[in-house]
């Protein structure tokens, strides 16, 4: 089953058959919303608000590991993140697509891993992961390919089905937020090679791998990051992007379910071997 956590702006998604919703209490407390199950397109599909239906999380405080958790728990393989982000690269024009290739990371408070060693929540089931868990082992996930190849591929393959404008291979830069960056911090993420700008893109990607989900990332250009576009940035027009390419995002999602392979093909669902101290 595929699972699709909307960002800013994508609350519902809306035009698919509803089987089920569930709001599940995890080891790391609620979802920052209801998950909905349903059909989309003949697949299976599950959905997360990551803000909350209201937008009441902000991106620091958002239950990364409860919304990667509860996804797991309920039988996701694949998840798919969707972003409003920023543009620093100038090939990134607004209502652009982008698949995320990399990321860098500037965070600063928001809990990042499942596996605290000693310290770690200790979990009811038997998958791998609640076994490191129960015996708090201390785990290192190899990130040379952040997002899962072949879901990505699947992605861009879903997008160009679609004749929707996209750019692949996007560094995402991830900032603590909630504030919108300063222009020097622009100049300087876009030396260090960033492409686009946001503040929801992690832990959410380390998460998964650590859970050995494939993750992959399709972000929205909403506009360009401060100092590049000329005038004030504001939280509206980030919406109203989104709000426009709704129906867009809601049918790339319907060919990725249709597209991906019913096995999985890549190492992601191998991600803890060899990671355990």
């Not at 909905?36 to 009441?56: I, T």
């Not at 089931?125 to 129960?134: D, M, N, Q, S, V």
């Not at 360009?224 to 426009?244: F, N």
Request: aromatic share 10%; with cysteine; glycine share 10%.
């Amino acid at each position: 089953m595929l699972g699709v956590i909307g960002g800013s702006g994508l609350y519902r998604l809306e035009g698919f058959e509803l089987l089920e919703e569930i709001y599940p209490e995890t080891p790391f407390g609620y979802p920052s919303a209801p998950i909905r199950v349903g059909l989309l397109d003949g697949k299976k599909v599950a959905f997360l608000a990551r803000h909350g239906l209201k937008h009441e999380y902000p991106p620091h405080r958002v239950p990364y590991r409860a919304n990667l958790w509860a996804f797991y728990k309920l039988g996701v393989k694949r998840v798919l993140g969707v972003f409003a982000v920023g543009g620093i690269n100038p090939l990134l024009r607004p209502g652009e697509f982008g698949v995320l290739k990399d990321f860098i990371e500037f965070t600063k408070s928001r809990p990042s891993t499942y596996y605290e060693g000693k310290f770690s929540v200790k979990v009811e089931g038997e998958g791998r992961a609640e076994k490191l868990l129960r015996e708090g082992k201390v785990v290192h996930v190899d990130l040379t390919e952040p997002y899962c190849p072949e879901t990505s591929r699947v992605l861009e393959e879903a997008l160009s089905k679609l004749g929707l404008s996209y750019r692949s291979g996007v560094v995402y830069a991830c900032t603590e937020g909630p504030r919108f960056e300063t222009p020097a911090e622009i100049r300087f993420l876009k030396l260090a090679g960033a492409d686009v700008v946001g503040m929801t893109g992690y832990p959410e990607v380390v998460l998964a791998r650590e859970l050995e989900l494939c993750y992959a990332a399709l972000c929205v250009v909403a506009n360009p990051a401060a100092g590049l576009a000329g005038y004030r940035l504001t939280s509206d027009e980030v919406i109203s992007m989104m709000k426009e390419r709704e129906e867009q995002i809601k049918r790339v999602v319907g060919e990725v379910a249709r597209l991906l392979p019913a096995e999985r093909a890549c190492s992601c669902g191998r991600a803890l071997e060899g990671a355990v101290v």
